[in-house]
């Protein structure tokens, strides 16, 4: 049975660039979240998805990014203009209506 | 808002030492608690969880007693492996339940020396 799965697991990009991120959800899971993880900040909820519709969205930037839920099989980060700040790890997880929450691996955005 | 305070950044250890990391919550609600670990290169993955008053939650040694009193979830292991190296979060989810986003504490580095 296979966990969530994120795509691509690490991404460079230049200043001012697009980054786009992909989270495919385990199976028969109603809900995607996102979360980011730094060093500094620690790991911070971004947004979430029940049954493809956006819920909750309390974490996101207000500007340059925005999530995505087009098919029960995978949801979409986008970053516009990436900048330096924007550099972490975000994590996808899902869960079918329990509360624990299952994460995948992450995707590591390194901004130059 | 909620929050999670975890009181050790860092912890080390040798092996078969006794452990405790100290979580405290404040929420607005009842909410479910519960401690994940990471490993490097990985998401978090749940370790336990306890969803009401002096429920003990616990998985490969590791418990914690859910204190509504003290709004306390600590983490403790009576004898530590150079395997439970690693980092641990303890966190909270409100809002009745499913569904519902995660409010994480800054995290434990747990080291373990054999």
């Known amino acids: 049975n296979a966990g969530v799965i994120q795509t691509p697991r690490h991404k460079v990009t230049g200043k001012g660039q697009e980054a786009t991120l992909w989270c495919e959800p385990i199976?028969?899971?109603?809900?995607v979240f996102w979360y980011r993880q730094t060093i500094v900040q620690g790991l911070e909820f971004l947004t979430y998805?029940?049954?493809?519709?956006?819920?909750?969205d309390s974490g996101m930037p207000k500007e340059r990014f925005s999530a995505q839920m087009p098919n029960q099989s995978h949801s979409t980060l986008k970053i516009q203009s990436t900048q330096p700040q924007d550099s972490a790890v975000y994590l996808c997880?899902?869960?079918?209506?329990?509360?624990?929450?299952?994460f995948g691996p992450g995707t590591r955005l390194l901004v130059l | 808002g909620d929050s999670v305070t975890q009181t050790e950044g860092q912890v080390a250890l040798s092996e078969e030492d006794f452990l405790t990391i100290h979580c405290n919550y404040s929420?607005?609600?009842?909410?479910?608690l519960f401690w994940y670990v990471q490993y490097p290169g990985e998401g978090p993955q749940l370790l336990f969880r306890?969803?009401?008053?002096?429920e003990k939650g616990s998985s490969r040694g590791f418990e914690a007693t859910y204190d509504k009193g003290t709004t306390s979830f600590h983490l403790r292991k009576a004898s530590v492996q150079e395997s439970d190296s690693a980092v641990y979060y303890c966190?909270?989810?409100?809002?009745?339940?499913?569904?519902?986003?995660?409010?994480f504490g800054k995290g434990t580095k747990l080291s373990v020396k054999s």
């Open positions: 997880a899902s869960n079918w209506g329990q509360d624990t929450q299952y």
């Open positions: 306890a969803s009401r008053d002096k």
């Open positions: 929420a607005s609600g009842y909410p479910t």
């Open positions: 998805f029940r049954n493809q519709a956006p819920i909750d």
């Open positions: 199976s028969g899971h109603s809900a």
């Open positions: 966190a909270l989810s409100d809002l009745g339940g499913s569904n519902a986003k995660l409010t």
